[in-house]
């Protein structure tokens, strides 16, 4: 396992909010020995602007430090949020210039002289020289940008160019699936495939406990349940569908709601009597809840944003030895043994009503030995493995 380095990691929001793989990973690497500084999303000025008219941010915001300790090696930065991107000059200029003052009086105040960056979004280019004196230089890359839901063609053209520009500028891409192995490594040689992972040891210790939490155990049995961002990703007409035809089974959602282009059907979704919305919960509480569930959907849209996903809830749901329920993605090719396959919408039901037929004690034990050799530590290691390989690369070149 890498240890005695330092890391920079550029993420897309903030450390306390949803917790994604770039979490878990970086934690990991803090808690082997590395010096991590997880730096959060920049804002712009008009929902910055936005934000300050509506009370969202204050004199409290202002006042707060940018650095702050998490754990033992492991820090958060934000950017000082009077310092917002600004696409005009000279303000975009000024801005630029304060925030990148901002972050390197951090890294000095953590000397951290040669760290090892990490870049996570297609518009990240301008980031490339922000921190000068990098050893490494990485774009780890967990999603097909330019196919998220809502955005114009012309955005999404933007995003692959911006993104190829990136690629280019990197000494090496990291992806989470082979589809986005088959999209980045034309543009790069050193592109590597390091799937998500699992917390194995959280959900093990939350099975020696026999309590449920309390909002979870009022929900009747059978519990059919999904984990994650509740959003415009979803098949929610196929969720309906599946609400309907199953009155005696309640479905339970776990997770934040954002909604842009559904916000409606899930309004319609969640005033049905057998449906369930829980909210969003801490990371160290989910397996709690998961273990609640008979059966874990992954219910999402056919579309070319999910044929390059790397859910975290497959390995989440088999780490609780649930029987899983999946509309047919590429990301279930390797777990067909565990997962059962809806080709289509209409077949989902059918999934459903097979995968809590599958209930059976060996086969919630054969699904949790699968998981178990799919956890942080291990894809830790594999990236510890990339990441010596390229220092070694460099030295060698020097």
């Given at each position: 396992m890498?240890?005695?380095q330092?890391?920079v990691?550029?993420a897309?929001?903030?450390?306390h909010?949803?917790w994604?793989?770039?979490?878990?990973?970086m934690?990991?690497?803090?808690r082997?020995?590395?010096?991590?500084?997880f730096?959060?999303?920049r804002?712009?000025l008009r929902p910055?602007?936005?934000a300050?008219?509506?009370?969202?941010?204050?004199?409290?915001e202002?006042?707060q430090p940018?650095?702050q300790?998490?754990t033992?090696?492991?820090y958060?930065f934000?950017y000082p949020v009077?310092a917002p991107?600004?696409?005009?000059?000279?303000?975009?200029w000024?801005?630029?210039?304060a925030?990148?003052?901002?972050?390197?009086?951090?890294?000095?105040?953590?000397?951290m002289?040669?760290?090892?960056?990490?870049f996570?979004?297609?518009?990240?280019?301008d980031?490339?020289d922000?921190?000068?004196?990098?050893?490494l230089?990485?774009y780890?890359v967990?999603?097909?940008?330019?196919?998220?839901?809502?955005?114009?063609?012309?955005?999404?053209?933007?995003?692959q160019r911006?993104?190829k520009e990136l690629?280019?500028?990197v000494?090496?891409?990291?992806?989470?699936?082979?589809?986005?192995?088959?999209?980045?490594s034309?543009y790069h040689d050193s592109t590597?495939l390091?799937?998500?992972?699992?917390d194995?040891?959280?959900?093990?210790?939350a099975?020696?406990?026999s309590?449920?939490p309390a909002?979870?155990?009022a929900?009747?049995?059978?519990r059919?349940?999904y984990s994650g961002?509740v959003g415009?990703k979803?098949?929610?007409s196929?969720?309906?569908e599946?609400?309907?035809a199953?009155?005696?089974?309640?479905l339970v959602?776990?997770?934040?709601?954002?909604f842009?282009t559904?916000?409606?059907?899930w309004?319609?979704?969640?005033q049905?009597?057998n449906?369930h919305?829980l909210?969003e919960k801490p990371?160290a509480e989910?397996?709690?809840?998961?273990?609640?569930?008979q059966v874990?959907?992954?219910p999402?849209?056919?579309?070319?944003?999910?044929?390059?996903?790397?859910?975290?809830k497959l390995y989440d749901?088999?780490?609780?030895?649930?029987?899983?329920?999946?509309?047919?993605?590429?990301?279930v090719?390797?777990f067909?043994q565990?997962v059962?396959?809806a080709?289509c919408?209409?077949d989902?039901?059918?999934?459903?009503e097979a995968a809590l037929a599958?209930?059976?004690?060996g086969q919630?034990?054969a699904?949790?030995a699968i998981?178990?050799?799919h956890?942080?530590?291990?894809?830790?290691q594999?990236l510890?493995?990339?990441?010596?390989?390229?220092?070694?690369s460099?030295n060698?070149?020097d």
């Open positions: 890498l240890t005695q330092s890391m990691y550029f897309p929001g903030p450390w909010g949803l994604r793989n770039r979490h878990q990973l934690s990991l690497f803090a082997h020995g590395n010096k991590v500084l730096v959060e999303g804002s712009h910055a602007l936005a300050w008219r509506s009370g969202k941010i204050g004199a409290a202002i006042r940018l650095l300790k998490i033992e090696n492991l958060s934000h009077w991107i600004s696409g005009r000059m000279p303000v975009s000024m801005t630029q210039k925030r990148s003052l901002a972050l390197r009086t951090a890294l000095r105040r953590l000397q002289e040669q760290p090892i960056v990490w996570s979004q297609p518009s990240m280019g980031l490339l922000e921190v000068p004196a990098a050893r230089r990485l780890h967990v999603d097909e940008y330019s196919a998220y839901t809502g955005q114009s063609a012309e955005h999404s053209q933007r995003e911006l993104e690629i280019q500028q000494d090496a891409v990291i992806v989470v699936s082979p589809k986005l192995y088959e999209a980045k034309p590597y390091v799937p998500n992972g699992v194995y040891d959280a959900y093990t210790q099975l020696r406990d309590q449920l909002d979870l155990a929900v009747p049995e059978p059919i349940g961002l415009d979803l098949n929610l196929m969720l309906h599946l609400a309907v199953k009155p005696h089974c309640s959602f776990l997770g934040e709601a954002r842009s559904q916000a409606e059907a309004r319609a979704l969640v049905l009597p449906v919305y909210g990371v989910v397996p709690h809840y998961l273990k609640g569930f874990g959907l992954m999402y849209l056919q579309n070319r944003h999910a044929e390059h996903i790397s859910p975290l749901y088999l780490a609780a030895g649930l029987a899983v329920a999946s509309i047919d993605l590429p990301a090719d390797e067909r565990q059962h396959v080709v919408p209409g989902f039901i059918h999934a459903v599958d209930a059976a004690p919630r034990a699904r949790r998981a178990a050799q956890t942080w530590e291990a894809r830790a594999q510890s493995e990339v990441i010596q390989q390229q220092l070694a460099a060698g070149a």
